[in-house]
C-alpha cells in the first residue's frame, strides 16, 4: 500500500470513529486500525526520506 492509499484509509477510519455510533470494541478496533495505518505511513514516509538523502547525496558528490 503506497502512502496515499494508508492516508485515505486513516481518514475513513477517523470519520468512521467521529461520525458513527460505536460500540466500545468497535472503537478499540478502529483506533487499533488507525494506529496500524498510522505506523505503515511512518513507515512509507521513511523509505521516501531515505531515497531523498540518497539522491542529495549523490548530487552533492556530483558536482
Given at each position: 500500500m503506497d502512502l496515499e492509499?494508508?492516508?485515505d484509509k486513516l481518514e475513513?477510519?477517523?470519520y468512521k470513529m467521529e461520525?458513527?455510533?460505536l460500540t466500545l470494541e468497535e472503537s478499540y478496533q478502529c483506533?487499533?486500525?488507525g494506529m496500524k495505518?498510522?505506523?505503515e505511513?511512518?513507515?512509507a514516509i521513511d523509505k521516501v526520506e531515505k531515497k531523498i538523502?540518497?539522491?542529495m547525496e549523490s548530487?552533492?558528490?556530483d558536482e
Open positions: 492509499e494508508i492516508m475513513d477510519t477517523v461520525n458513527e455510533k483506533f487499533s486500525e495505518y498510522i505506523k505511513g511512518n513507515q538523502q540518497i539522491l548530487d552533492e558528490e
